[in-house]
């Protein structure tokens, strides 16, 4: 079984601490990726990885970085986090085709709260 | 940039009803997927449709896409409280590198 682990269910923060939420997967895909979650926004892209030490921003990635140093990991940072950045924290990661897009598979997701 | 508008944003049935979730696209759809989300947890892969008129089935849910790949419903037949959650729909923006954009989800409550 695939297998996306998230390295908290719940964290809670303060505003303009630095916040590091890891993911691990261990299927060797190529792709990885981190979404928030919001009520009525759907899932909304932050950054995704197509390769180690490869990032490309997704629809909103202002206030967050990443990094991939190894294939089966990435990590979203917050710089100094906010209270608009609570929300849920979704990984998720897929093989890379030419051709087409494949099945993500998600982690458990990390709900973060910031105060 | 492709948007996905699903309809309707909630729902409320009893057990034992039919129902359908729909997915709007503003561009042509090359791959679209069904995930179910349980609250406060991950999503769970349903099914994905990639060609004009396809309809895929697992246990009493269907996913249908429209011949011109613009829209896409599922199905749910005899819904069960095991049914309630949180429906996404994804799609494929046409890229190699596999993104998705989701619609902003419908929860689904089946009452016993």
């Known amino acids: 079984d695939v297998k996306v682990t998230q390295s908290s269910r719940y964290l809670v923060k303060r505003t303009g601490e630095k916040v590091f939420l890891e993911c691990v997967q261990d299927?060797?895909?190529?792709?990885m990726f981190w979404y928030r979650q919001d009520p009525g926004l759907g899932l909304r892209l932050i950054y995704f990885s197509y390769d180690v030490k490869m990032k490309e921003k997704g629809d909103i990635p202002e206030g967050y970085s990443v990094s991939r140093e190894k294939k089966e990991r990435f990590s979203l940072i917050l710089e100094s986090a906010s209270t608009n950045q609570t929300s849920m924290y979704l990984c998720?990661?897929?093989?890379?085709?030419?051709?087409?897009?494949?099945?993500?598979?998600f982690g458990p997701g990390t709900r973060l709260t910031v105060l | 940039s492709q948007e996905l508008e699903q309809s309707p944003q909630s729902l409320i049935v009893q057990e034992g009803k039919n129902l359908t979730i729909n997915c709007t696209s503003s561009?042509?759809?090359?791959?679209l997927y069904w995930y179910k989300q349980k609250y406060g947890e991950g999503l769970i892969f349903l099914m994905m449709l990639q060609k004009g008129g396809e309809e895929k089935s697992h246990e009493k849910i269907t996913a249908k896409l429209d011949e011109k790949k613009q829209q896409s419903s599922l199905h749910i037949t005899a819904s069960q409280p095991s049914h309630a959650g949180i429906y996404l729909c994804g799609a494929e923006g046409g890229t190699s590198y596999g993104k998705l954009t989701f619609g902003q989800g419908t929860i689904l409550t089946v009452h016993p």
């Open positions: 299927m060797d895909h190529e792709n």
């Open positions: 561009k042509t759809l090359y791959g």
């Open positions: 998720a990661s897929s093989w890379r085709d030419s051709f087409t897009t494949t099945e993500q598979f």
